[in-house]
C-alpha cells in the first residue's frame, strides 16, 4: 500500500530533551516535507526536500533540523524542543513539488513541558 | 493581505442542501490549485486538483475563476460524513513551486 509513515503518532516529552519523529515514504517520491499545525495557524511548512541530500528551509525552521540521505526517508530532529514546539506535525511528500498534490503521514501530536 | 484566503465558517448545512465554499488566492502567476478535506486531529486528503475547466467527481464540482483569482468547491446532497474541515492550496509562481495553504473552512452537516 502506497503510504507515508510517520513515527511516533504521540509523544510527549520535557524541554531540552532531543527528539527525533521519522518519516518515511514507499512511494519513490522525489519531494518530500514537513509541516506544523497550529490553531488558527494552519499549516506550516517547516523543512523541505526536493531530492537526496538536498533540503531547504521552508517558513518556521528554527529550531528544527532535517536530514535526506535516503529517498525514502526524511526525519525531523529537534535537538532542544521548547514548549512553543508543541504542534500537530505532518510529513508529506509528491513526486514533484507544486504540480503533484501531496500524500501526507497520519501526523505526530508532539507535547513539550 | 493574505495570499491564500478562505472563510473559516463553521458553515452548519443539514442534510442534502449544497453547499459552496471560495478560497481567493493572491498571486495571479499561481498555477496549480487542490482542495483537500481534513477531519479532526487527521492528516489532510486530497479531494480534487483543480483543472482551468472545472471538474467534477461525483457530488464534487471544483472551479477556477483565473480573472477574479478564486477557486471554489460545491458539495452537492451533503452527506453527515461530508462533515470536515476544507483546505485549499495553491502553489506560488516562485521557482520553488511552494504551496499556499488557506487555513480551512468548517462544514458541519446536521442530521
Known amino acids: 500500500e502506497a503510504q507515508v509513515t510517520q513515527n511516533p503518532r504521540y509523544l510527549i516529552t520535557v524541554t531540552g530533551k532531543k527528539l527525533t519523529v521519522t518519516c518515511s515514504q514507499n512511494?519513490?517520491?522525489?519531494?518530500m516535507s514537513w509541516y506544523r499545525q497550529d490553531p488558527g495557524l494552519g499549516l506550516r511548512q517547516i523543512y523541505y526536500?526536493?531530492?537526496?541530500?538536498?533540503?531547504d528551509k521552508g517558513d518556521v525552521p528554527e529550531g528544527y533540523k532535517v536530514s535526506r540521505k535516503e529517498k525514502r526517508n526524511f526525519p525531523l530532529i529537534l535537538e532542544s524542543p521548547s514548549p512553543n514546539q508543541t504542534s500537530l506535525y505532518f510529513c508529506?511528500?509528491?513526486?514533484?513539488?507544486?504540480?503533484?498534490?501531496?500524500?501526507f503521514g497520519n501526523g505526530t501530536r508532539l507535547t513539550v513541558t | 493581505r493574505k495570499e491564500v484566503e478562505q472563510d473559516p465558517g463553521p458553515f452548519n448545512v443539514p442534510e442534502g442542501a449544497t453547499v459552496a465554499f471560495n478560497c481567493t488566492y493572491s498571486?495571479?502567476?499561481?498555477?496549480?490549485f487542490f482542495w483537500y478535506r481534513q477531519d479532526c486531529r487527521k492528516e489532510p486528503k486530497l479531494l480534487m486538483s483543480?483543472?482551468?475547466?472545472?471538474n467534477e467527481d461525483g457530488r464534487f464540482t471544483a472551479q477556477l475563476n483565473r480573472a477574479s483569482q478564486y477557486i471554489s468547491l460545491l458539495i452537492r446532497d451533503s452527506k453527515l460524513s461530508d462533515s470536515a474541515t476544507y483546505l485549499c492550496?495553491?502553489?506560488?509562481?516562485?521557482?520553488?513551486?511552494?504551496?499556499?495553504w488557506g487555513l480551512g473552512t468548517s462544514l458541519a452537516v446536521n442530521p
Open positions: 508529506a511528500s509528491s513526486p514533484l513539488q507544486g504540480s503533484s498534490p501531496l500524500h
Open positions: 512511494m519513490n517520491h522525489e519531494y
Open positions: 526536500s526536493m531530492n537526496v541530500e538536498v533540503t
Open positions: 498571486n495571479s502567476a499561481s498555477q496549480s
Open positions: 483543480v483543472y482551468s475547466s472545472g
Open positions: 492550496a495553491v502553489t506560488n509562481a516562485g521557482n520553488n513551486r511552494k504551496l499556499i
